[in-house]
């Protein structure tokens, strides 16, 4: 089972690119996040969905877009890159919203120029 | 907003015992993870908490005071792999949603 499975591993864009990140889960989930992570910040969401077709935002949304078109994939899409979308993503999924724990991918680490 | 303290790094010698703290001040509480992230990599999920109380699972232990809002994870006869970060998240129950809300993290360095 491969769990949650983000790509790229790495990638360096210069300001003003556009790309997207892939989350690919096996496990069946219903729900599904995007978190960033900086230094000394911990984890903020960024997007999350509770199912195929729907997206909602979370803490920190702005600048980023995300498709649920798919059960078990998640992009998230960044259209004009800015160097404070400098930082680590992961991916997370999990079975419902309640107490199950979620799962996490194993990030993509993204440098804006 | 959330507001979830733990302290930023602790030390700890090998086959010893520690205690991570958490605190936090939430409105919609709704349970409380302890993940483990160790550099480089993803969190994977150690314990959860709703009740008040302790979880114990194997070396590892978490307990709970919601009416203090207090949380700490307890790491038993301390192994060098246990050398990580400890992450506190709080389930937060808002506009229909329950989402998490993640301390900064406790590093720990466990030495011989």
């Known amino acids: 089972n491969a769990g949650v499975t983000q790509t790229p591993k790495f990638r360096v864009l210069k300001t003003g690119q556009s790309m997207t990140l892939l989350c690919a889960q096996d496990m069946n989930h219903e729900y599904m996040y995007w978190y960033r992570q900086d230094p000394g910040m911990g984890l903020r969401l960024i997007h999350y969905?509770?199912?195929?077709?729907?997206?909602a935002k979370g803490e920190v949304p702005d600048g980023y877009n995300v498709s649920r078109l798919k059960k078990q994939n998640f992009l998230l899409g960044l259209e004009s890159a800015a160097p404070s979308q400098t930082s680590v993503y992961f991916c997370a999924s999990s079975p419902t919203g309640g107490g199950q724990p979620q799962h996490f991918g194993d990030g993509t680490r993204l440098s804006i120029l | 907003g959330q507001n979830i303290d733990q302290p930023t790094e602790m030390t700890a010698t090998e086959g010893a015992i520690v205690q991570i703290n958490c605190t936090y001040q939430?409105?919609?509480?709704?349970?409380l993870f302890w993940y483990q992230q160790h550099a480089g990599e993803a969190p994977t999920f150690l314990s959860y908490?709703?009740?008040?109380g302790l979880e114990e699972k194997g070396r590892f232990s978490s307990f709970l005071s919601r009416s203090k809002g207090y949380s700490y994870l307890l790491l038993k006869e301390l192994q060098m792999k246990d050398s990580a970060s400890y992450l506190c998240?709080?389930?937060?129950?808002?506009?229909?949603?329950?989402?998490?809300?993640f301390g900064t993290g406790t590093r720990l360095t466990v030495i011989p």
């Open positions: 998240a709080v389930r937060v129950s808002r506009d229909g949603a329950n989402n998490l809300f």
């Open positions: 908490n709703v009740l008040d």
């Open positions: 969905s509770v199912g195929e077709g729907t997206t």
């Open positions: 939430t409105s919609g509480f709704n349970g």
